[in-house]
Nanobody, 125 residues
């Protein structure tokens, strides 16, 4: 049974930092591109950051580039999202998604194979 479990969310003041983790079980994470998405109340889910199977390539949404960093440890089946200089507009439920792809590339689309349950990030002004 495949599971993705996010953790690390919480309440932080604007300008602060949080580190989110996505722990995968039931799959070989090195076979999957992993991405982070977020959904704010009343808005559609949006792409945040993505990392390739090996971790050698990353891609970020314009709104978070330069503030967020995605990384992965395939030996531990874990992907992390380091979020710095947080803004109130970063407030959302953050999800990780796994997409099995043949090539060592990242995936930024909505059609992932597996989703986690989400972790709440709230940034106060």
């Amino acid at each position: 049974q495949v599971q993705l479990v996010e953790s690390g969310g919480g309440l932080v003041q604007a300008g602060g930092s949080l580190r989110l983790s996505c722990a995968a079980s039931g799959l070989t994470s090195g076979s999957y591109a992993i991405s982070w998405y977020r959904q704010a109340p009343g808005k559609e889910r949006e792409f945040v950051a993505a990392i390739s199977r090996s971790g050698g390539m990353t891609y970020y949404a314009v709104s978070v580039k330069g503030r967020f960093t995605i990384s992965r440890d395939n030996a531990k089946n874990t992907v992390t999202l380091q979020m710095n200089s947080l803004k109130p507009e970063d407030t959302a439920l953050y999800y990780c998604g796994a997409k099995k792809i043949a090539s060592d590339y990242y995936y930024i689309g909505p059609f992932v194979d597996y989703w986690g349950q989400g972790t709440q990030v709230t940034v106060s002004s």
